[in-house]
């Protein structure tokens, strides 16, 4: 795998809500198989910057290419055919929904049934959910919850993932099992990831390379050498 190709594109982008602008010139590329994690103080745009590019929020100027090919606003079943999942800040999760519907549903947006194959494809990976098909999401635990929430991605089979906040309000145990399990993605798939995550711990473990959002901008990509350094997040992060 060459992990210089570039799987995303962006190019001077300017979005936000309204009237009002909140990302000013982002450019940035995510290349293939990389995990990028975008950290930063609260307000600088994070969470902005994976709703442009899953065309949640209004892209006031700039381009985003995905795989060579302009990508634009898009209902979010049209973004999974093309190749690209969002986890947004609280999941994936309709409460009342079985844990069967939810993955029916997650097929159906892929234009393609959730059969044998695909059910013995979650429920291998996730032996636990086997048991609780018929349950709704709502009265399933935190981790619970997020293995449902992957067990999504499964059945999407996307490569490329926009994660905000998927650690947000989780125990500790489902905080381990979460970065093990989008490790273990990253190392046998290649699946490419924009991270944006609160837990530094678990953003710069994650991470192959880093950007730092700011007052609606963000900085250079560092790699591991550098924001492994010690006084990396208080010179570059909370300064």
């Known amino acids: 795998m060459n992990s210089q190709v570039h799987i995303l594109q962006v190019d001077r982008l300017s979005a936000g809500y ?26 600088s745009g994070k969470s902005t910057l ?10 006031i100027s700039g381009t985003v290419m995905y795989k060579g090919e302009p990508l634009p606003a898009m209902q979010p079943h049209l973004l999974i055919q093309k190749g690209i999942s969002s986890f947004l800040q609280g999941g994936l999760i309709l409460p009342a929904l079985t844990v069967e ?11 393609t049934v959730f059969d044998k194959k695909l059910s013995d494809k979650v429920y291998d990976h996730f032996p636990l959910l086997g048991g609780l098909k018929k349950q709704r999401a ?6 619970e ?6 067990g999504i991605f499964l059945v999407q089979d996307t490569k490329t993932w926009l994660l905000d906040e998927p650690t947000a309000g989780l125990a500790p145990e489902i905080v381990a099992f979460t970065v093990e399990f989008l490790e273990r993605k990253r190392r046998e798939e290649g699946i490419s990831m924009m991270l944006v995550e609160h837990n530094m711990d678990v953003a710069l473990r994650l991470a192959s ?14 790699n591991p050498e550098e924001f492994h350094k010690e006084t990396f997040l208080e010179t570059f992060v909370y300064n």
Do not use: D, P
Not at 21 to 37: D, I, Y
Not at 50 to 59: P, T
Not at 103 to 108: H, N, T, W
Not at 138 to 143: E, F, I, K, Q
């Open 138 to 143: 709502g009265n399933l635990s935190g981790g």
């Open 209 to 222: 390379h880093v950007m730092i959002a700011k007052e609606g901008t963000v900085t250079q990509k560092f």
């Open 101 to 111: 519907e939810h993955f029916e549903l997650a097929a159906r947006q892929c234009e």
């Open 145 to 150: 919850r997020q293995m449902l929430s992957f």
């Open 50 to 59: 994976l709703k442009a590019i899953a065309g949640l929020v209004n892209i």
């Open 18 to 43: 309204g009237q009002r602008t909140v990302l000013q010139n982002v450019t940035f590329s995510l290349n293939q198989g990389e995990v990028l994690a975008i950290i930063g103080q609260n307000g």
